[in-house]
C-alpha cells in the first residue's frame, strides 16, 4: 500500500506549509501529493507550484470537478501538467452534486450522471490518446458541438500538443454502487471519499472484483495524537460540513453513502442541525464511532494497530490528510 498526501483545496488564502509538507513527503518516500477544488481555489494551479519545486513524487488532483471545465479542457490541463513535470500527472475527477454544479458553476446538474461521466472520460481518452479529431455524439458532451444554437462550422481538432503519455491514469470519485461498478469499467482507479476498511459492502459489489493494477486511493485524516477524541474533531467537522452542507437536504451524495454504513439516522440527523445553521451541534452530532474508522487517528501504537487493517483490503494508495511533518514520519515509518 503506497502513501498519497492529500493537500486538498484552500480556505482563505494559499494554505501555509503546503509546498513544504510536500516536499517533507517526497523526501519520506511518499509515492504521491495530490489537491484539490470546489468553489475557491482550483486544483491544477496549486499542483503546478508543487511540481516545480519537487522532483520524483507523482502529482494528482483528488478532486478535479467535470462541472469546472469541458473536458478537453480537463485533457489540456493533464497533458501540460504532466509534460511539465516529466510524466508524473495522475488525473482525478468528480462530478459533484446538483448544490455546487448549478449553485456555482452555472450549469445544469446532468439527468444522467452516469451517463454524462462515461462521455467526459471518453473524451478525455481520446485527447490523451490523440490517434485522430475528437469525436463523439453524447447526450451531453459533443465535439464538435451540435446543438441547436451551433453555427454548424465547428470542426473534429486533435490536441497541437502530443500528450506524453496516452496511458496517463484517470480515477474518479464515486459513490453510489452504480457510480463505483462503472468506475471500475473506465477509469484507472477510484477516489473513495470515505472508505471504512471494515465496510466494503457499502460500496457495492464492484468492489470485490477489481481488475488487475485497478487503483484504489480513500482520504483518510491522519494525527498522531494522545486523546483520541480530540484529535476526530477535525474529522467531525469535516463530515458535519459534507453531509450537512455539501447538497441539498433531498439529494446529498454523502448523506446517503453515511447512511448506507449503517449511520442512517444521524446522517439525517446531521443534515437537519446543519441546514438549521446549527453548525457546531452538527459536528458534535457526528458518530465518534463514524469519524474514526474512516480515519486514523490516536497514538503510534493505535495507528499501526488500524493500518494493519487497512492493508488487508482492496487500497492501493492511502491519500493522508496529515497536518503535521511528524505525522507523516509516523506514517511512513509504520508503512515501510
Same mark, same amino acid.
Do not use: C
Given at each position: 500500500m503506497r502513501l498519497g498526501l492529500a493537500l486538498?483545496?484552500?480556505?482563505?488564502?494559499?494554505?501555509?506549509?503546503?509546498?513544504?509538507?510536500?516536499?517533507?513527503?517526497?523526501?519520506?518516500?511518499?509515492?504521491?501529493?495530490?489537491?484539490?477544488?470546489?468553489?475557491?481555489?482550483?486544483?491544477?494551479?496549486?499542483?503546478?507550484?508543487?511540481?516545480? %519545486?519537487?522532483?520524483?513524487?507523482?502529482?494528482?488532483?483528488?478532486?478535479?470537478?467535470?462541472?469546472?471545465?469541458?473536458?478537453?479542457?480537463?485533457?489540456?490541463?493533464a497533458l501540460t501538467l504532466d509534460h511539465l513535470s516529466g510524466g508524473r500527472m495522475m488525473l482525478g475527477l468528480g462530478l459533484s452534486g446538483p448544490q455546487v454544479v448549478e449553485g456555482?458553476?452555472?450549469?445544469?446538474?446532468?439527468?444522467?450522471?452516469?451517463?454524462?461521466?462515461?462521455?467526459?472520460?471518453?473524451?478525455?481518452?481520446?485527447?490523451?490518446?490523440?490517434? @485522430?479529431?475528437?469525436?463523439?455524439?453524447? %447526450?451531453?458532451?459533443?465535439?464538435?458541438?451540435? @446543438?441547436?444554437?451551433?453555427?454548424?462550422?465547428?470542426?473534429?481538432?486533435?490536441?497541437?500538443?502530443?500528450?506524453?503519455?496516452?496511458?496517463?491514469?484517470?480515477?474518479?470519485? /464515486?459513490? @453510489?454502487?452504480?457510480?463505483?461498478?462503472?468506475?471500475?469499467?473506465?477509469?484507472? @482507479?477510484?477516489?473513495?471519499?470515505?472508505?471504512?476498511?471494515?465496510?466494503?459492502? /457499502?460500496?457495492?459489489?464492484?468492489?470485490?472484483?477489481?481488475?488487475?493494477?485497478?487503483?484504489?486511493?480513500?482520504?483518510?485524516?491522519?494525527?498522531v495524537c494522545d486523546d483520541v477524541a480530540e484529535g476526530l474533531l477535525p474529522v467531525k467537522a469535516m463530515l458535519g460540513f459534507y453531509i450537512g452542507g455539501m447538497g441539498h437536504a433531498t439529494r446529498n451524495f454523502h448523506a446517503d453513502l453515511m447512511a448506507r454504513m449503517g449511520y442512517e439516522e444521524e446522517a439525517r440527523r446531521v443534515q437537519e442541525l446543519f441546514l438549521a445553521g446549527r453548525r457546531e451541534e452538527a459536528v458534535l452530532a457526528v458518530p465518534d464511532a463514524f469519524a474514526d474508522e474512516i480515519s486514523l487517528v490516536g497514538p503510534r501504537e493505535r495507528i499501526a494497530e488500524r493500518l494493519e487493517t487497512w492493508r488487508k483490503g482492496p487500497v492501493t494508495d492511502l491519500l493522508v490528510v496529515a497536518p503535521d511533518p511528524h505525522t507523516l514520519k509516523v506514517l511512513a515509518e509504520l508503512n515501510s
Open positions: 486538498g483545496y484552500w480556505g482563505r488564502g494559499p494554505s501555509p506549509g503546503q509546498v513544504e509538507l510536500a516536499l517533507e513527503a517526497e523526501r519520506l518516500g511518499y509515492d504521491s501529493v495530490w489537491t484539490a477544488e470546489s468553489w475557491g481555489s482550483d486544483a491544477f494551479t496549486p499542483l503546478t507550484w508543487i511540481a516545480a %519545486r519537487t522532483s520524483r513524487i507523482r502529482l494528482g488532483t483528488a478532486v478535479a470537478q467535470m462541472a469546472a471545465r469541458s473536458p478537453t479542457t480537463t485533457a489540456m490541463h456555482w458553476y452555472g450549469r445544469p446538474f446532468p439527468s444522467s450522471p452516469l451517463t454524462a461521466t462515461r462521455e467526459y472520460v471518453d473524451v478525455v481518452r481520446q485527447v490523451l490518446a490523440r490517434r @485522430g479529431p475528437v469525436q463523439t455524439a453524447g %447526450r451531453f458532451h459533443s465535439h464538435p458541438y451540435r @446543438g441547436p444554437d451551433a453555427t454548424g462550422l465547428g470542426k473534429p481538432l486533435k490536441p497541437i500538443t502530443h500528450p506524453l503519455r496516452a496511458d496517463l491514469p484517470v480515477l474518479l470519485g /464515486a459513490e @453510489g454502487p452504480k457510480n463505483v461498478a462503472q468506475t471500475v469499467r473506465v477509469a484507472d @482507479g477510484w477516489l473513495p471519499l470515505y472508505w471504512s476498511p471494515n465496510r466494503p459492502e /457499502a460500496y457495492g459489489p464492484a468492489v470485490a472484483e477489481l481488475p488487475e493494477g485497478f487503483l484504489v486511493a480513500p482520504l483518510a485524516r491522519a494525527l
